[in-house]
């Protein structure tokens, strides 16, 4: 089923034409990978979906209902989140304040509850407590949790804020270069860790990425974009040997022996 | 120094922390800036007066109503000015202060510029600390919530805040509102130990002043509002022997301080009771302040 559909989706800025007519779906329970060279639109499109940009043209059907142009906050709280492709978390917070910070949906209890010490306070305090222990934990950061989240070494930011997203019990997590700056091994520690996420989250996962090891090591479907518009989609093995890619990627062979 | 003497400037420091401590939850929590805070004085102190000399309520119920008064003009303003990004809704705010200190000055029913004398006195320094007592208890109560979380969030990172489901324009409303109730009932308590009113009380120096002890006293923290507040209150008292340089004097100071504490006095820490027993050696070894 598909869990995400963008149709005939286009953003303009002025007169520049970031994003033009394009579509592709998104299987509940896949890891697809979105790529193409610097400024073909990718990062745009995560911005509409999660309504940072507003949509100039086309649609967006989340389960079945457009949800172009509403708030970022109101998508979230549908399930989709992200993740940015210059790292955003609580610079100042410690591992532990970012976590639980988000899980902030899981709980319903009032202003008045907080100031009365309420036991619907106290139990969903203890609840969420609980929740921001356990992802810390999935995710390998229970010895970092009183570090402020600045001072962490770059590969585990960008975990941090993964385990972030997650908090709000995302149905599709959007993430933006999640290995940008990472090392070979941090690399297969997060392809190791996005694929877990999958599983035990039960949560569809959208990647843009450059590294072609991780996009093609965990994503079962491909859409290649280039100049704002869709170039082709399909399997990895599709992807890798389309002379379209190799073209958008590395220029035509007869440009070379020209 | 007299007994009367240093209750006239306790006194006078719980006004201010009443003030400071609800500037602090915008400012110092939620990352917004405001330089019109006096005009929420202002409109506490008029309302919470005229409450209670016409209507002869208990001092509790005019102060509160002083302070709902501008909280409710507080939700006016930000609903116009908290969509405005960054430095807009401070230049706002400052607009806004002055503004209403220009209308109390020309409107002749609370006595204009002239003033407003005779509203009965009825602070004294029991009360004072006993509405700063609860004041702090529901400020620290508020900002270990997750509403005092989401709040926190907005000020590092507004857009990632969104993005975890948060509505910041919501949270933003809640933090003006509440700030602006606390700037009122300490407007109220100003009417109720002077006696008499001034626009003039609530000019851009009030908002100022109210703004630095935040900073003075540490972004994100409460306890280094309290004291921020009681420091910076007495400060000037301190300095009267430099008579004429009285001003000059305290504005070297605090820049003096801000230079070398540029993080404020407790930086974003708090003092917790499990932090001083820690202090003196019980309790845990393994333990750390709060995070901000």
Known sequence: MDILEISDLTKTFGGLTAVEDVSFRVQEGSISGLIGPNGAGKTTIFNLITGIYKVTAGEITWRGDPIQNLEPHVIANMGITRTFQNIRLFKRLSVYSNIITACHGNASYSIADSVLKSKRFRTEEKRLREDAVSLMKILGLTEWQDHVAHSLPYGLQRRLEIARALAV???LLLLDEPAAGMNPDETQQLMHHICRIRDEFGCTVLVIEHRMDLIMGICENIVVLNFGKKLTEGPPKEIQSNPQVIEAYLGKEAGISA | ?????????????????????????????????????????????????????NLRLPLIVSLLAGGLAAGIISLFIGRLTLKLKGDYFCIATLGFGEAIRLILDNVQVFGGARGWPGIPIRIDLWNVVLINLAGIAFMI?????????????????????????????KYKMISLFTSAVYAGIAGGLVGYYTGFLQPKMFGMTKSTELTIIVIFGGIGSISGSVLGTLLLTALPELLRAFALWRLVAYGAAVIFIMISRPEGLMGGKEITFKGILRAFGFGHKHGKAREV
């Open chain 1, 169 to 171: 019990k995302p149905k």
């Open chain 2, 141 to 169: 109560s508020l900002v270990n919530s997750r509403h005092g979380r989401n709040m926190i969030a907005i000020r590092e990172e507004e857009l990632a805040a969104e993005t975890i489901g948060i509505d910041t324009f």
């Open chain 2, 1 to 53: 120094m007299d007994w009367f003497y240093v209750k006239g400037i306790l006194i006078l420091s719980g006004i201010n922390l009443m003030a400071v401590l609800g500037l602090s939850l915008l400012t110092g929590f939620t990352g917004l800036f405001s330089f019109g805070h006096a005009g929420f004085m202002a409109i506490g102190a008029y309302a919470a007066a005229f409450i209670g000399v």
